[in-house]
């Protein structure tokens, strides 16, 4: 039997999936009292989500998955703007960290992650002229 998710409930699904699962460590950690203190927003944000990915919109669509070639463009400039500025916070931390002498090694790690990201994006879909033009 091949089950299916609609569109629709694709992304509130993962949502619940994944709310369900930072609530289980939550509640393990912190007491299952505060889950219910906190279960209400996730709760709301999966209904929130499946009512937005009814709509005729283009946030619609992005829930959706639905994009046409105009929304992955800018889908990828909103990925390629939230990498830059995510970069560059790393970077600013980390030397904020080094001079207030606080743990290090926390933005150190993702520091060698975005610098280990960059590289190996660029290993992966820049020009490199020590290719021939059939192996691209």
């Known amino acids: 039997m091949n089950t299916h998710l609609p569109p629709r409930l694709r992304t509130p699904a993962l ?24 279960l209400p ?14 709509r ?6 992005l829930i959706r ?7 992955a463009a800018a889908r990828l400039k909103v ?3 939230v990498g830059r500025v995510l970069s560059l916070a790393v970077a600013v931390a ?3 960290a080094s001079t207030s002498k606080t743990t290090l090694w926390p933005w150190a790690v993702l520091l060698g992650l ?7 994006g660029w290993l992966m879909y820049g020009e490199h002229r020590w290719r021939t033009p059939s192996q691209q």
């Open 41 to 54: 927003v996730p709760i709301a944000v999966i209904i929130g989500l499946y009512l937005w990915a009814g």
């Open 94 to 96: 980390y030397v904020v």
């Open 65 to 71: 998955h639905d994009l046409d070639e105009r929304q």
């Open 15 to 38: 949502f619940a999936v994944l709310a369900i699962a930072v609530l289980a460590i939550g509640g393990a950690v912190h007491g299952w009292k505060t889950v219910l203190d906190v």
């Open 114 to 120: 975005t610098v280990g990201t960059f590289l190996i």
């Open 56 to 61: 005729d919109s283009e946030a619609g669509a």
């Open 79 to 81: 990925q390629a703007l």
